[in-house]
């Protein structure tokens, strides 16, 4: 098998979620892969550095050099990173997890450059982000969707005597937390018997503006912190429709394992979203930061026996495509090129 240099967020404290990188990079081991993985450091510019130094102290016995993408500022980790891949004559893939990369592909095309067209691939999660490359002249790009095992989410019947919301996000602006407050005062308002747990660790600052807006409302909302997939997978089953909130996205494995576990999915109609949920078939859309249709979406799933039963086992069988043991014959084909 090859050796692989893995970079990007190697990070594991109460302020993140498991990235791609601890996900998939494990996937890789057990198919026995042999990984190195740059960095861990939560200083930035320490990571940087250990990220610069893996790549010059493993170059002669790495193979290909595997580089977490994001939208946002650690957009600049994958340029430097891969720049220096190029000096040095490492070959490298992107995997691109940013749901805002067709931004930059506008406001920073040269950069964008430099990265991808010398890439080996980019490997894009979703059919939206592989879209938006090939828009921009890309053809190295290809879609190998996130993963999960499929064996490890029991599809559970739920009783829907009253509406219990499941969030499951890190508290980040850009996925607007907000807004699952306010649509959970809504639906209350409306003399619905409606509740909210929301799962996730503090990434900037946004869950005590979370905090706050509840206590402003007068609405009781179950805060659990940083869960590990087991305990949060377990915590969903005493609630019955998941929302996401976002207003940027790629394709969410939070969402993919909602629909895996029999959650009807109402979400916001952003980014890689209408890629992975088909309106009225497999979940619902809603535009971005609207509380009303959201609530008028959920109170359709709950109301309608029919509908809901429709949305669950479509998106289970969608979901079923995401199964490791299909998705990693995707990925031994490009690390085998």
Known sequence: MRNVLYIGNNLNNKYSNLSSIQVLGALLEAEGYELRYASSYNNKLLRLLDMFYHCMRYSKSTDIVLIDTYSTSNFYYAFLVSQLCRVLRLPYITSLNGGNLPARLVSHPKLCALIFKHAQYNVSPSKYLKDAFAKHGYANVVHIPNSIELRHYPLVKRPYES???????????????????????????????????????????????????????????????????????????????????????????????????????????????????????????????????????????????????????NARTVVAEFDWELVKQRWNAVLHP
């Open 163 to 313: 509406i219990r919301l499941l969030w499951v996000r890190s508290f980040s602006k850009i996925y607007n937390p907000q807004m699952a407050v306010r649509v959970v005062c809504a639906l209350q308002q409306k003399g619905y018997d409606a509740s909210l747990c929301m799962v996730g660790p503090d990434s900037d600052g946004s869950l005590e503006e979370v905090r706050a807006l509840a206590e402003d409302l007068n609405v009781s909302v179950r805060f659990t912190g940083k869960l590990s997939k087991a305990e949060w997978t377990q915590l969903a089953k005493e609630y019955n429709i998941f929302i996401n909130t976002t207003n940027f996205d790629n394709t969410p494995v939070s969402v993919i394992e909602a629909m895996a576990l029999g959650l009807p999915v109402v979400s916001t109609n952003v980014g890689g979203m209408p890629y992975l949920i088909t309106d009225g078939e497999n979940g619902l859309l809603v535009p971005p930061n609207n509380v009303q249709t959201m609530v008028e979406a959920i109170e359709k799933v709950y109301g309608d026996v029919e509908l809901r039963e429709h949305l669950i086992h």
